[in-house]
């Protein structure tokens, strides 16, 4: 397949301390070719049809992704409580409900809380609903004053503010609405969720979080950040089950950069998920690793480590010899509709292999009978791809804006099935 040329910019590589260099140049690109997505991971068995694929390949398929990359989620916990700790009737000037769950999950060795912030729109008939993570508490992802600050934050700098002491600040609500455009999101007929992601593992990057997380609750030993948020994107569709005016059934898991791994893991592992969104994912996420284009298996596990199973480090620099590759990951969604975005300067997530890998994957969704499925000529700059499964690569850098969202619901407009 002859390579697009895209008119971007490189990011510069994120600082890996001991990483080789990384490549964006697709003539480098390692010819290795891909596991076949209808077949096992050894190769031994080839699917004919959906019926064999889901019971003889998905299994296996699955077994390796949580046994080699991500670890395994943790079981639905023994007990859970949903508190409603905060309701409007009257949000967002008017348009919309909101309401503010307390989620507290108790297993084993003890109990562990967090909130998730929920926007509805007005509407007799209950609404579909994204939900995903976020970045920087709930209180960032809009200007909203009754939005409740989580009580630790990761140390970082924003919009100009530096956060210091692990402590939110009153400055810090709705730097990062424009991830989150309720108002947008609410005038196209869905509900947004979100909670923040270090509530349920802290993500503190140099040092394992593990012991302060979800995991905690459990008496079994675990690990994987990723399983870990994942699992909470589970509990959030739980809650979403005791909400009248949230269709439980159409649920959309969705996510950006390692939220973007988050939500399709979310939809891979718990088939509750109406569906996916994978935005800017990148290695590990929804691009090939195959490529070693950008961010490799080398350069994630050493600066992440914590974010996957402990064996995900033996494939760094062998990623030509792993028996999966990301492709299959995303055709764990299948045949529930799936949604991947990338940004045409962001090469460090590799858009063109991101691409690849949903071209791939789509070959399991025509065993389900997909017919609209994407071609080479759908690699294009801000020229969505709305079929069976869907596709846009938005021009500029490393982000989740009003663009994307504007695509994701033209897609799941059309892509959910209709449950009234």
């Known amino acids: 397949m002859k390579p697009i040329a895209i008119c971007a910019i490189a990011l510069a590589a994120l600082p890996v301390l001991g990483a080789p260099a990384a490549n964006y140049d697709e003539s480098k690109v390692p010819d290795a070719p891909l596991p076949d997505a209808l077949a096992v991971p050894d190769g031994s068995f080839k699917a ?43 949000a967002l000037g008017g348009k919309a409900l909101r309401r503010q769950i307390k989620i507290t999950v108790a297993d084993a060795r003890g109990e562990k809380s967090f909130i998730m912030l929920l926007y509805l729109p007005k509407s007799p008939d209950p609404a579909p609903v994204f939900v995903g993570l976020n970045f920087m508490g709930n209180h960032a992802t809009a ?12 140390n970082t700098s924003l919009g100009g503010i530096k956060i210091s002491g692990n402590r ?12 989150w455009p309720y108002e947008k999101i609410i005038s196209r007929g869905f509900g947004a969720a979100t909670i923040y992601y270090c509530d349920i593992y802290p993500d503190l990057e140099k040092a394992d979080g593990a012991p302060q997380s979800v995991y905690s609750i459990f008496k079994e030993p675990m690990n994987g950040a990723i399983a870990a948020w994942s699992w909470g994107l589970s509990r959030a569709l739980d809650a979403l089950e005791t909400v009248p005016q949230a269709d439980a059934k159409r649920v959309v ?16 592992f718990d088939r509750r998920f109406a569906g996916a969104v994978s935005n800017d994912s990148g290695c590990m996420g929804a691009a090939l690793s195959r490529r070693q284009f950008g961010e490799t298996v080398e350069a994630i596990t050493r600066q992440f480590p914590f974010w996957f199973s402990p064996n995900l480090r033996k494939w760094a620099g062998r990623e030509a010899e792993m028996p ?9 969604v299948a045949p529930r509709p799936l949604y991947v975005a990338s940004a045409s300067e962001d090469l460090w997530a590799d858009p063109r292999g991101e691409f690849l890998s949903l071209a791939e994957a789509s070959k399991v969704y025509a065993l389900f009978g997909a017919k609209n499925l994407p071609s080479e000529e759908n690699f294009a700059i801000e020229k969505p791809f709305i079929g069976d499964v869907g596709y846009h690569m938005r021009k500029g850098k490393h982000d989740m804006v009003e663009y994307d969202w504007e695509n994701f619901c033209d897609f799941f407009s059309k892509a959910l099935p209709q449950t009234r």
């Open 48 to 90: 004919s049809g959906a019926i064999e694929w889901e019971s003889r390949v998905r299994p296996k398929i699955a077994e390796f992704f949580e046994s080699e990359v991500y670890g395994r989620r943790p079981p639905r916990p023994k007990r859970q409580i949903f508190e409603i700790v905060e309701s409007s009737d009257n």
């Open 324 to 332: 999966a590759d990301q492709h299959q990951m995303l055709a764990l």
């Open 143 to 154: 200007g909203d004053p009754e939005i409740i600050m989580p009580e630790w934050v990761r």
């Open 168 to 179: 939110p600040t009153e400055k810090y609500r709705g730097l990062q609405s424009r991830r």
């Open 253 to 268: 898991a969705v996510g950006h950069s390692r939220l973007g791994k988050t939500a399709l893991h979310a939809a891979a």
